[in-house]
Each structure stands twice: as structure tokens, then as C-alpha cells.
């Protein structure tokens, strides 16, 4: 089992920045991928970015390209998505995810089954 507790998001106006933290516990080592999702009021969810935890590389949504960015911090099991340049649509619930290779959520060439309680963030014009 992982377990995955956000923290972070909060209200900003458009242009600002905002950085969410993911802290990961348990039994990682079959989850080699860690990913960002996000909710927007009244929508699905949808894939922000993920990141490779042996290779570091990443991928974003393309509504996202340029300024967000999805970082890892192995020392201190921590997952982060820094936002810049914040508009409105990106106002949303927040949810960190982790591989789990028979979970339900397949995105961007990974399946996510883990999940955390998730963080809103909202960002007004």
C-alpha cells in the first residue's frame, strides 16, 4: 500500500504561483511512476503531469506545458507540482497519484491507482 498526503494549494489571482507538496509513505517499490491530476469544479478528472521516479523524466498535459513543472525529492518522499502563471481554468481539486499496476486511471502511457485525499486550488481573475 502507498500512501499519499497533498498540501499546498490555496486561493490566488491569475499570474500568481503556488507550489503542492505530495508526501509519500509505504511500500513504494512497485510504483515507478508518481503523477499530478486534477478535478475542475463540475468536470472529470484530468492528467497534469507525471514524473519517471528512476529516470526523472516527465510529461505533461499540454494545457499545462511551460508552466508547471513536476519535481521529486527522494530524501524526503516528496512529490511536487510548481505552478506559474496561474490562470482560472486552472482552478480545481488537486490529487496526487501514484503507479499501481492494476489501478483504474491509465493516462499518458501509466496506470495510477493510488491516490491522495487531495488539495483545492483556486485562482481568480
Known amino acids: 500500500q502507498v500512501q499519499l498526503v497533498e498540501s499546498g494549494g490555496g486561493s490566488v489571482q491569475a499570474g500568481g504561483s503556488l507550489r503542492l507538496s505530495c508526501e509519500v509513505s509505504?511500500?513504494?517499490?512497485?510504483?515507478?511512476?508518481m503523477g499530478w491530476f486534477r478535478q475542475p469544479p463540475g468536470k472529470g478528472r484530468e492528467g497534469v503531469a507525471h514524473?519517471?521516479?528512476?529516470?526523472?523524466?516527465?510529461y505533461y498535459a499540454d494545457s499545462v506545458k511551460g508552466r508547471f513543472t513536476i519535481s521529486q525529492d527522494n530524501a524526503k518522499n516528496t512529490v511536487y507540482l510548481q505552478m506559474h502563471s496561474l490562470k482560472p481554468e486552472d482552478t480545481a481539486m488537486y490529487y496526487c497519484?501514484?503507479?499501481?499496476?492494476?489501478?483504474?486511471?491509465?493516462?499518458?502511457?501509466?496506470?495510477?491507482?493510488?491516490w491522495g485525499q487531495g488539495t483545492q486550488v483556486t485562482v481568480s481573475s
Open positions: 497519484a501514484a503507479e499501481m499496476a492494476q489501478g483504474r486511471t491509465w493516462w499518458a502511457g501509466c496506470r495510477f491507482g493510488y
Open positions: 514524473i519517471s521516479l528512476s529516470g526523472g523524466s516527465t
Open positions: 509505504g511500500d513504494t517499490r512497485s510504483s515507478n511512476y
